[in-house]
Protein backbone atom coordinates (compact mmCIF):
# COMPACT_ATOMS: atom_id res chain seq x y z
CA UNK A 1 0.00 0.00 0.00
CA UNK A 2 2.85 2.58 0.74
CA UNK A 3 4.60 1.64 -2.13
CA UNK A 4 1.38 2.08 -4.15
CA UNK A 5 0.54 5.44 -2.61
CA UNK A 6 3.86 6.59 -3.05
CA UNK A 7 4.36 5.95 -6.80
CA UNK A 8 0.59 7.38 -7.04
CA UNK A 9 2.80 10.67 -5.56
CA UNK A 10 4.98 10.32 -7.97
CA UNK A 11 3.26 10.75 -11.08
CA UNK A 12 1.00 13.12 -9.45
CA UNK A 13 4.54 15.37 -8.65
CA UNK A 14 5.55 14.34 -12.71
CA UNK A 15 2.19 15.40 -13.91
CA UNK A 16 2.02 18.72 -12.47
CA UNK A 17 5.30 19.82 -13.19
CA UNK A 18 5.17 18.76 -16.42
CA UNK A 19 2.11 20.95 -17.10
CA UNK A 20 3.60 23.67 -14.81
CA UNK A 21 6.57 23.47 -17.69
CA UNK A 22 3.97 23.42 -20.39
CA UNK A 23 1.67 26.42 -19.59
CA UNK A 24 5.50 28.25 -18.79
CA UNK A 25 6.39 27.20 -22.54
CA UNK A 26 3.30 28.25 -24.05
CA UNK A 27 2.48 31.76 -22.24
CA UNK A 28 6.45 32.48 -23.64
CA UNK A 29 4.93 31.97 -27.18
CA UNK A 30 2.04 33.31 -27.11
CA UNK A 31 1.14 35.06 -30.63
CA UNK A 32 1.46 38.87 -30.23
CA UNK A 33 -1.16 41.15 -32.19
CA UNK A 34 0.85 41.80 -34.96
CA UNK A 35 -2.29 44.22 -36.17
CA UNK A 36 -1.91 46.21 -32.88
CA UNK A 37 1.32 46.60 -32.84
CA UNK A 38 2.11 47.40 -36.38
CA UNK A 39 -0.37 50.33 -36.03
CA UNK A 40 1.58 51.64 -33.16
CA UNK A 41 4.75 51.02 -35.03
CA UNK A 42 3.49 53.13 -37.56
CA UNK A 43 2.66 55.83 -35.02
CA UNK A 44 6.08 55.89 -34.15
CA UNK A 45 7.17 55.98 -37.44
CA UNK A 46 5.02 58.57 -38.37
CA UNK A 47 5.78 61.39 -35.22
CA UNK A 48 9.53 60.48 -36.28
CA UNK A 49 9.41 61.37 -39.87
CA UNK A 50 6.92 65.01 -38.88
CA UNK A 51 9.37 65.65 -36.38
CA UNK A 52 12.54 65.31 -38.55
CA UNK A 53 10.58 67.26 -41.77
CA UNK A 54 9.57 70.33 -39.55
CA UNK A 55 12.80 70.69 -37.94
CA UNK A 56 11.31 69.55 -34.31
CA UNK A 57 14.50 68.50 -33.03
CA UNK A 58 12.86 67.22 -29.42
CA UNK A 59 10.24 65.60 -30.95
CA UNK A 60 11.95 64.06 -33.34
CA UNK A 61 14.82 62.40 -31.17
CA UNK A 62 11.81 60.74 -28.79
CA UNK A 63 11.33 58.53 -31.57
CA UNK A 64 14.69 56.47 -30.98
CA UNK A 65 16.25 54.32 -29.26
CA UNK A 66 19.23 55.74 -27.38
CA UNK A 67 21.64 53.36 -27.73
CA UNK A 68 25.38 52.34 -28.59
CA UNK A 69 24.07 50.19 -31.67
CA UNK A 70 20.87 52.99 -33.01
CA UNK A 71 22.38 53.27 -36.64
CA UNK A 72 21.10 55.46 -39.45
CA UNK A 73 22.42 55.95 -42.88
CA UNK A 74 20.85 57.93 -46.08
CA UNK A 75 21.90 57.75 -49.27
CA UNK A 76 22.49 61.03 -51.50
CA UNK A 77 23.76 61.90 -55.09
CA UNK A 78 25.96 58.38 -55.06
CA UNK A 79 27.35 59.19 -51.42
CA UNK A 80 26.40 57.49 -47.64
CA UNK A 81 26.40 59.14 -44.56
CA UNK A 82 26.35 56.58 -41.88
CA UNK A 83 25.77 57.22 -38.15
CA UNK A 84 26.73 54.43 -35.63
CA UNK A 85 25.45 54.83 -32.03
CA UNK A 86 23.00 56.98 -30.27
CA UNK A 87 25.72 59.83 -29.81
CA UNK A 88 26.77 60.49 -33.23
CA UNK A 89 23.04 59.83 -34.83
CA UNK A 90 22.50 62.81 -32.36
CA UNK A 91 24.85 64.63 -33.11
CA UNK A 92 24.87 64.91 -36.93
CA UNK A 93 20.90 64.48 -37.09
CA UNK A 94 20.44 66.69 -34.34
CA UNK A 95 22.91 69.50 -36.19
CA UNK A 96 20.99 68.41 -39.49
CA UNK A 97 17.70 69.54 -38.20
CA UNK A 98 18.68 72.76 -36.59
CA UNK A 99 20.40 73.76 -39.59
CA UNK A 100 17.27 73.11 -41.72
CA UNK A 101 14.68 74.63 -39.76
CA UNK A 102 11.40 75.24 -41.83
CA UNK A 103 9.60 77.21 -39.53
CA UNK A 104 6.45 77.41 -37.38
CA UNK A 105 3.53 75.11 -39.49
CA UNK A 106 5.97 74.15 -42.16
CA UNK A 107 7.51 71.27 -43.40
CA UNK A 108 10.38 70.81 -45.73
CA UNK A 109 8.52 67.57 -46.92
CA UNK A 110 4.59 67.84 -45.95
CA UNK A 111 3.09 64.75 -48.07
CA UNK A 112 4.50 61.59 -47.06
CA UNK A 113 3.63 58.30 -48.69
CA UNK A 114 4.04 54.64 -47.72
CA UNK A 115 3.37 51.83 -50.25
CA UNK A 116 4.17 47.92 -50.37
CA UNK A 117 4.78 47.62 -46.84
CA UNK A 118 6.60 44.75 -45.60
CA UNK A 119 6.68 44.08 -41.45
CA UNK A 120 8.44 40.92 -39.82
CA UNK A 121 8.20 40.82 -35.97
CA UNK A 122 10.83 38.99 -34.33
CA UNK A 123 9.38 37.97 -31.18
CA UNK A 124 7.22 40.62 -29.20
CA UNK A 125 9.81 43.41 -29.07
CA UNK A 126 11.75 43.68 -32.24
CA UNK A 127 10.15 44.13 -35.57
CA UNK A 128 11.96 45.00 -39.24
CA UNK A 129 9.87 47.27 -41.96
CA UNK A 130 11.02 48.08 -45.40
CA UNK A 131 8.82 49.64 -47.75
CA UNK A 132 8.82 52.54 -50.58
CA UNK A 133 8.11 55.99 -49.58
CA UNK A 134 7.57 58.76 -51.81
CA UNK A 135 8.44 62.26 -50.39
CA UNK A 136 6.85 65.25 -51.62
CA UNK A 137 9.26 68.91 -52.47
CA UNK A 138 8.06 71.95 -50.35
CA UNK A 139 5.69 72.92 -53.63
CA UNK A 140 4.09 69.82 -53.74
CA UNK A 141 5.03 69.43 -57.74
CA UNK A 142 6.93 66.40 -57.32
CA UNK A 143 7.76 63.40 -55.10
CA UNK A 144 10.88 61.88 -54.46
CA UNK A 145 10.83 57.86 -54.20
CA UNK A 146 13.39 56.08 -51.24
CA UNK A 147 13.18 52.78 -50.23
CA UNK A 148 13.43 52.50 -46.36
CA UNK A 149 13.88 50.56 -43.74
CA UNK A 150 13.58 50.38 -39.97
CA UNK A 151 14.42 48.20 -36.98
CA UNK A 152 11.98 48.53 -34.23
CA UNK A 153 12.25 47.99 -30.58
CA UNK A 154 9.63 48.15 -27.91
CA UNK A 155 11.51 49.54 -24.62
CA UNK A 156 8.91 50.27 -21.46
CA UNK A 157 5.91 49.27 -23.85
CA UNK A 158 6.68 51.99 -26.54
CA UNK A 159 8.47 51.16 -30.06
CA UNK A 160 11.26 52.91 -30.65
CA UNK A 161 13.74 53.17 -33.82
CA UNK A 162 17.01 51.77 -33.70
CA UNK A 163 17.89 51.56 -37.13
CA UNK A 164 16.90 54.13 -40.12
CA UNK A 165 18.11 53.72 -43.94
CA UNK A 166 17.21 55.49 -46.39
CA UNK A 167 17.73 55.32 -49.95
CA UNK A 168 16.79 58.16 -52.04
CA UNK A 169 16.88 58.09 -56.07
CA UNK A 170 16.53 62.23 -56.22
CA UNK A 171 17.71 61.67 -59.77
CA UNK A 172 13.94 60.90 -60.86
CA UNK A 173 11.30 63.15 -59.79
CA UNK A 174 7.65 61.69 -59.77
CA UNK A 175 4.93 64.07 -60.84
CA UNK A 176 2.90 65.16 -57.64
CA UNK A 177 -0.56 64.60 -59.56
CA UNK A 178 0.78 61.26 -60.35
CA UNK A 179 0.58 59.09 -56.90
CA UNK A 180 -2.62 58.97 -55.12
Given at each position: ?KT??F?????????????????K?????????E??????????????????????Y??????????????Q????D?????????????????????????????S???K????D????????D??????N??N?????T??????????M????????????????????????????
Amino acid sequence: MKTTLFALLMIIGAFSACKEADSKNTSSMTKIDEERETKAIMQTIENETECFFKGDYNCWKESFVHANYAFQVWSKDGYFDPKIGWNEVDDKIGRYIEDNKIGVGGSNNPKVIRKDMIVKFFGDDVAYLIWNQYNSDKKKTHYTHSTETRIMEKQDGKWKIVNVTALWDRNQPIPFDSLQ
